[in-house]
Every structure is written in structure tokens, then in C-alpha cells.
């Protein structure tokens, strides 16, 4: 069997980095797509001595930055013959942040969390097309348990960067929304890029471990809380395993346009009404549904607003591009 080439972002820790080690081991070609190299560096030497692989590379990417997802996807299709798995595990939430912008002036949630896969799976199409089973996983989250109003919907103008300052900005809401629409994108990329056979699929991560390190990272006032949690979280190496069955398994092969529990079950659309509090309850507590969002056009209007901030930035950006990667 051919050794598959597989692009994990946000490999240098947490699900991600378990993930890189579990695909290493299994003897697959892995690139590390990360932000952090001089801290990656190092992850990405552990794990060749752990997985006694040397075939793990190390590529810099920040997915909030087109010019970075470009100059990424430019090298990988001029190294490498095809791609046979995408996981899209990079996300950015920070809790207590103000509004941030992109070095593309979107949102940095979106950006990141939805803007910048769409991109980077956009530019890797042709390399995808190449493999005889190619796969794509996007890292999704229970937050989104929380759209108990079918009919919400999403603030456009916010994610494209332009501030009401009249408006409330929640970097929670701001996640949770991105969690969803990343989902809703699931859907309508498994149908389009159903002819060329690749599937796409999501995964509901409810929680992993943290580390001191990533803990380090929130605002003090949630470090006891985030503490708290990791007590009751699984180590990131159980996700991971989720990672790897859905993207090689044989019994996946066919399985496109799906949003997979913990417990690799297929989840289904609540009902579209907003629920009462006892159905609230078994929504947030249960893990068989997930929200089902009544605006059937919201799916349509992310899509396109995804493909219009993409076309008109790659029109813009040659020299942005140049000027990322001279970094």
C-alpha cells in the first residue's frame, strides 16, 4: 500500500499533534502545516523519534492569512505528487479578546475557523484529485449545541470585517457561530466535490486535555475553570484515534457529508423548532443531534461569501504573497 500524504493544521499540540503521531506511526507521509516553527521544530522531532518515521515534515501556515494559505499550498504542490488526506484542526479562540481582523481584514474567528480552510482546500483541489481516496476532516465543536433558535442566522458584515460598533461583540458567540457555519460548509463541500470523489466529513469534538502550555494561554481569570475541565476531559490521543478511523478506514471509504460524534456515530438534525427547556436540555447533555438550522439559504449565502472573499483577494495578493513568504 502506497503511503498516504497527510496535511494536519495546528499539528504542534493538543489533537493535532496526537494526530501527526498517530498517522506517523502508521507510516504515512504527515506535514505538520503550523504557525509556531521554532516551537514546532521541536514537536516535530518528538514525534519522528516516537513513530521511528522520518517522513514528517514540518511546512509554516497560518491559516488567518491568505497570502501565508497560498504560499503553503504553492510548496506543497511543488513537493509533493498528490494529497490523499486533509484535516483541517487549526482554530483560534481566545477568550476575553476585542474584535480582531485578519491580515485580510475579516473577522479573526472566521478567518481562521472558515475562511482560511475554504482557501487552503480550494488550492489543494488538483492535488486531492490526485489520490485514489482522498479525504477531508474538519475539527468541529459541541458548542454549536448551543443554536437552540433554528432561524438564527449570521452577522455578514461582521465576519467580513466591517464593526458595528453599536453591536455587542462576543468572541464565544463569535466561536460558536464559526463552529456551525464550518459545518454547514461540510455539507455543501461534500456535495460539490462529490463527482471527483472526495469526501468530506466533520467531527464534534467535545472537549480534549490541555496542556500547562495551552492553558498558559487563556486570561487568568479562566485558567481555574479550564482546569476544572480537564479533569473531566480525555487525553487528546482519543480524538486523535477519531481522526485517523475516519479519514482511513475502510468502513468511511464512501461516507461523505456527515458530522460524526466522539463515538464515530453519525449524528442527525434536531427538529426545527426552537426547543423547550427540556429539549434544551437533552440537546446540550446528548450527543446524537446536532442544531438543524431552518434558514436553508444561510448554507448558500456562507458559500458564496466564502468564494467572494477568496476570488477577490487572490486577485489582489501576488504581492502579498511574495512578501509572506520572504519572511
Known amino acids: 500500500m502506497k503511503k498516504r500524504i497527510v496535511i494536519i493544521t495546528g499539528a504542534n499540540s493538543g489533537i493535532g499533534k496526537e494526530a501527526a503521531l498517530r498517522f ?37 501556515l497560518d491559516v488567518s492569512s491568505f497570502a501565508s494559505i497560498r504560499c503553503f499550498c504553492d510548496t506543497f504542490s511543488s513537493w509533493y505528487e498528490r494529497l490523499d488526506i486533509l484535516i483541517h484542526n487549526a482554530a483560534y479562540f481566545s477568550h476575553g479578546e476585542r474584535y480582531r481582523q485578519s491580515p485580510d481584514g475579516i473577522e479573526l474567528t472566521f478567518a481562521t475557523n472558515v475562511f482560511g480552510p475554504y482557501l487552503m482546500t480550494s488550492l489543494l483541489l488538483d492535488q486531492l484529485k490526485k489520490s485514489a481516496d482522498p479525504r477531508i476532516l474538519h475539527a468541529g465543536s459541541n458548542i ?98 477519531n481522526y485517523f478511523q475516519i479519514c482511513t478506514a475502510d468502513n468511511y471509504k464512501h461516507v ?25 436540555l437533552k440537546q446540550l447533555l446528548g450527543s446524537s443531534t ?24 487572490l486577485h489582489t495578493s501576488i504581492d502579498d ?7
Open 290 to 313: 446536532y442544531p438543524a438550522c431552518e434558514n436553508t439559504n444561510i448554507r448558500e449565502e456562507l458559500w458564496q461569501l466564502c468564494t467572494k472573499l477568496i476570488e477577490s483577494h
Open 24 to 60: 506517523a506511526k502508521a507510516g504515512d507521509h504527515v506535514i505538520m502545516a503550523c504557525r509556531n516553527m521554532e516551537f514546532s521544530r521541536k514537536v516535530q522531532t518528538g514525534i519522528i523519534a516516537a513513530a521511528n518515521n522520518d517522513q514528517v515534515d514540518l511546512l509554516e
Open 256 to 280: 461523505t457529508g456527515k458530522l460524526f460524534n466522539d463515538k464515530l456515530e453519525i449524528m442527525q438534525p434536531s427538529p426545527r423548532e426552537y426547543p423547550g427547556f427540556f429539549k434544551q
Open 321 to 327: 504573497q511574495k512578501n509572506w513568504s520572504d519572511q
Open 144 to 241: 454549536i449545541k448551543h443554536f437552540f433558535d433554528p432561524k438564527q442566522s449570521f452577522d455578514l458584515d461582521l465576519l467580513q470585517g466591517r464593526e458595528d460598533s453599536n453591536k455587542s461583540f462576543s468572541v464565544y458567540q463569535m466561536y460558536c457561530q464559526s463552529k456551525m457555519a464550518l459545518t454547514l460548509l461540510t455539507f455543501k463541500m461534500a456535495e460539490a466535490f462529490a463527482d471527483d470523489g472526495i469526501k468530506v466529513n466533520a467531527l464534534q469534538i467535545n472537549g480534549a486535555k490541555m496542556s500547562k502550555r495551552t492553558i498558559q494561554k487563556v486570561k487568568p481569570w479562566w485558567r481555574p475553570i479550564a482546569r476544572v475541565q480537564n479533569i473531566f476531559f480525555r487525553p487528546p490521543s482519543y480524538m486523535a484515534e
